[in-house]
């Protein structure tokens, strides 16, 4: 098995292996002595073609960038023009010296000694743009960047004494010395670039002019160790410099700097001849280093030809002969390789690009051409390797095809979904509707409870089939012209969820979402909610709070449940934020994945993190482009205060509980679903809280708005939408157009019953206002009057019916109901009586309330209800409204909650 893996080079090297094998014999023992001579020279070559030339410029180009930093970090500037420009020609320097290094060629002739240096070389180059903003920003002095740049030259110098290796010893030692004098060469310029900027700025520091010190006995005793060791063609050139006056008057000048300057003193007077002496002195040092360089390369090539002309007579034909093979080997297996190799980036190719494209393409439901996603595959060579790339042309074309294929057969599959759930979502609409016009007509307790939970499965199954539309890529039908109220948005997803009783919602700001987004982001927070409740301990809460933050609207919903790895957060959020495409292997987490869908369609954030709890918190940010606040343009009115001592309306939040009205009475009364029991208690609750002064927190109204009685206003809208209704209904009824519609004593009392177990209110409730001005004349009737306080459940139901039968009543409401007015209906006994003890009855600390049981509680607001529904009924007949009341449809299509 391991020979049929191995390459096709390997084996083409096994053919020939004998041959090479007989000749080697023949001449081995002589190639032995001669070869490895010629392959040292042949290594030194290459890396003085590539790395050696390019080390050479780059060290040059840094030379010059350190002495022109000096100079302008000495006048007190952090750039100019000459600066920046050598900074380009140091980068591009840079770059070519790092193009050398990743040579191939270059890289094959590199001893492991040489890898340590050319590395620790290429990291300082990297840290050239960190010494540059240093200099920009003003953070580095003179020295410092000085410094810097010598660690850079220190590094180049080390790579410059592992490139020196050739076969003979003269010549190696005449090479090393010709590197010392490069080295002392170095220290010269040092110098200059730290005497330049002292120049500049007049003085030079204790650190300064101790370095200095260093570089100019580092300097002279490089010259001391290796001009002798430099032969007379080599040494010549700088004997004529370093015998010259020019060199004397240079160390002159040292002379004085070292001994001469002290801390932060002066320069010497003469320290102004050094810029035109060390100019000199520097073009006369490089002339003399490239004759110096011409004479090593002599020597040198007189050593290379007589190691090649040992190697020539050595090896001889054999030789040639064995060269010739190999050459012929290696470029028949390179083209067979590089053949090979174009098919195996040909199939890469198509796996990692262009397949992933073409189902990219049909994913976001671009059409896709076969031919122009799936070329022939080009080859040339032998036969076989054009059948072989015929073959992937053929594979590829397939696997194209089969991607198209499958992108078909998906759209199909959605397409099925699409229409079975606008089929069901039509169906649901009118059972919804059907349910609507029941729950208006019952009369019997027990059945409009069983009726009101066929409403709220109605509803989940409403949500489920818009999941659906959602898995099939398209958006549910539901839309709003007008925002929307944050708190009836979240009512309504609550009212979507199975154990709605357990959702416990904070007071919500005032704020409100578009119209066209709300039915997304309801279901957005219901499969949210879902999941929560689904997740927790049936015993537990799950809190809902809402906020208004700087980036938009964030609604947090956190339960109690036992939580995920952060592992598994990290992937569900991944999901969440770039939805995959929907996989049908993939089912168990669809609630999560209509989340992600429904978040990048409005660009919404959904965020999953642990709770303190141990359970899991879900943040879902709303940008500012879906949301209104309060005093923007089109921003819902929330009621107006009713006094100086208005108190917060029965909302979520308010009067010391977590929980709307709505949900206590449903948690009081023990009705099973919300969807119906919403539409009831609503109804109810806005009667409740409408009389209540002040407004919910957050902007909630206190009441219901106008609309169909019992309905959210977004209810309202959708259903003026279907029914072709013209006649706008604000979000919020003014507080100026809402009338007292419960006595006094009625509301306190209704008001205190409304919250915690056998309705009582822990808050003290307003004493009865005593004043006879306010109680008009109590209207005839042939009942007896009864308490507020007291009304039994048979009481309003006969109530109900004798006001059906006196048909509609003057300054009546919109549906011929009677106008509540306070005190009223009092007792003449009580209210006498409130009239006596009114100047000397103290303030109650808290009124004493008869605790009902939950059954009298729902006796008495189902009779309440079945009134109320009578009474629109009757508003229904003709002549049965007063004149100029709007009558609302209750009998059209049902709103979308």
């Known amino acids: 098995m391991g020979s049929r893996n191995r390459s096709i080079r390997f084996k083409i090297f096994l053919l020939l292996l004998l041959p090479l094998l007989m000749l080697s014999a023949m001449w081995g023992f002589a190639l032995k002595l001669t070869v490895g001579d010629g392959l040292v020279l042949l290594r030194s070559k290459t ?17 010059v960038e350190r002495a022109l930093t000096a100079g302008v970090l000495s006048s007190g500037q952090t750039t100019s023009a000459g600066l920046t420009a050598q900074q380009a020609k140091t980068t591009a320097a840079a770059d070519r010296f790092k193009r050398s290094a990743d040579d191939e060629a270059a890289r094959d002739a590199m001893s492991d000694e040489l890898l340590a240096p050319l590395e620790s070389l290429l990291s300082s180059l990297e840290r050239l743009p960190t010494i540059r903003e240093g200099v920009s920003l003003g953070r580095s002095d003179r020295l410092t960047a000085i410094t810097a740049y010598n660690a850079i030259m220190d590094d180049l110098f080390a790579l410059y004494e592992r490139l020196v290796s050739v076969p003979d010893l003269v010549t190696f030692q005449q090479a090393s010395a010709m590197q010392g004098m490069g080295n002392a060469h170095e220290m010269i310029t040092r110098e200059d670039a730290l005497v330049r900027g002292a120049l500049a700025s007049g003085t030079m520091t204790a650190d300064e002019q101790n370095a200095f010190s260093e570089w100019v006995a580092t300097r002279r005793f490089l010259y001391g160790k290796n001009r002798p060791v430099l032969s007379g063609e080599m040494r010549a050139p700088y004997e004529q410099v370093l015998t010259s006056p020019l060199f004397d008057r240079f160390t002159a000048l040292e002379n004085q700097i070292v001994n001469q300057v002290r801390s932060g003193g002066p320069l010497p007077a003469d320290a102004e001849k050094w810029s035109p002496t060390i100019d000199q002195l520097i073009l006369r040092l490089d002339s003399a280093r490239v004759k110096a360089s011409e004479a090593l390369s002599g020597s040198a090539t007189s050593v290379a030809t007589g190691i090649m002309l040992r190697i020539l007579v050595a090896g001889g034909l054999g030789l040639v002969v064995i060269i010739a093979t190999i050459v012929f080997s290696v470029r028949f297996g390179r083209r067979l390789a590089r053949d090979l190799a174009g098919l195996r980036d040909a199939a890469l190719e198509l796996a990692d690009v262009r397949l992933p494209q073409v189902v990219e393409k049909l994913r976001r439901g671009e059409d896709v051409d076969v031919e122009a996603e799936a070329p022939p595959i080009k080859a040339t060579g032998s036969n076989e390797v054009e059948d072989v790339a015929h073959a992937f042309s053929s594979v590829q074309r397939t696997a194209v095809e089969a991607a198209v294929g499958q992108a078909a057969l998906r759209r199909g599959v959605s397409q ?44 989940r199954m409403r ?45 919500m700001p005032n704020a ?28 537990t809460k799950v809190a809902v709070r809402g906020e208004v933050v700087a980036n938009g609207l964030a609604v947090e919903i956190e339960d109690r449940g036992l939580g995920l790895t952060p592992e598994e957060y990290d992937e569900i959020n991944a999901r969440l934020a770039d939805p995959p495409e929907f996989d049908l292997a993939d089912s168990d987490r669809l609630g999560l994945f209509v989340v992600g869908q429904l978040a990048a369609r409005h660009e919404i954030g959904v965020v999953l993190r642990g709770s303190p709890y141990g359970g899991t918190t879900a943040i879902v940010l709303i940008p500012r482009t879906l949301m209104m606040e309060e005093g923007s343009p089109g921003a819902l009115a929330g009621p107006a205060s009713r006094g100086a001592h208005a108190k917060p309306a029965l909302a979520p939040g ?15 009364l023990g009705l099973g679903g919300p969807a119906g029991e919403l539409r009831e208690v609503r109804t109810l609750a806005g009667e409740l809280a409408g009389d209540v002064p002040g407004s919910v927190p957050g902007g909630a109204p206190g009441g219901v708005p106008e609309g169909v009685p019992g309905e959210f206003p977004w209810e309202t809208e959708d259903r003026e939408e279907r029914t072709g209704a013209s006649e706008p209904s604000p979000f919020f009824t003014p507080a100026a157009q ?65 006001q059906r039968a006196r048909g509609p009543v003057p300054n009546g409401t919109h549906a011929g109901l009677p106008r509540r007015v306070r005190q009223a209906n009092i007792a003449p006994q009580l209210r006498a009586q409130s009239q006596e003890t009114a100047p000397q009855t103290p303030p109650l600390s808290a009124p004493t309330v008869e605790e009902r049981s939950p059954e009298e509680a729902r006796a008495m607001f189902s009779a309440f209800q079945r009134g109320a529904l009578r009474g629109r009924e009757d508003s229904d007949q003709p002549g049965g409204a007063a004149p100029g009341d709007h009558v609302h449809n209750t009998h059209g299509e049902k709103g979308d909650e």
Request: negative net charge; without cysteine; glycine residues 6%.
């Open 738 to 802: 809402r009338t007292e519609a419960v006595p006094s004593a009625a509301r306190d009392d209704l008001s205190s019953r409304s919250l915690g177990s056998g309705f009582e209110n822990p808050r003290p409730a307003a004493a009865p206002s005593a004043s006879p001005s306010v109680a008009p004349p109590v209207p005839p009737s042939s009942e007896p009057a009864t308490a507020a306080a007291g009304v039994s459940a048979n009481g309003l139901a006969q109530r109900t019916s004798k």
């Open 463 to 507: 949500r489920h089939a818009e999941s659906l539309i959602i898995l099939s890529g398209s958006a549910p039908g539901r839309s709003w012209r007008k925002p929307v109220p944050l708190i009836d948005v979240v009512r309504a997803a609550i009212s979507e969820v199975e154990d709605y009783t357990r959702v416990s919602m904070a007071p």
């Open 47 to 63: 890396l003085y073609d590539t790395i050696g030339v390019a080390s050479t410029d780059l060290g040059t180009q840094i030379q």
């Open 512 to 539: 409100a979402i578009v119209g066209a987004t709300v039915a997304d982001v309801v279901h957005l927070i219901a499969e949210l909610l879902e999941n929560a409740t689904v997740f927790s301990p049936p015993q």
């Open 416 to 459: 099925v979904f699409l229409n079975l759930a606008r089929r069901k979502q039509t169906l649901l609409h009118r059972q919804l509707t059907l349910l609507d016009t029941m729950q208006r007509r019952a009369e019997d307790p027990e059945g409009l409870e069983d009726l009101f939970r066929l409403d709220h499965l109605t509803t």
């Open 654 to 668: 308010g009067n010391d509980t977590d929980i709307s009205l709505s949900d206590t009475l449903q948690a009081d």
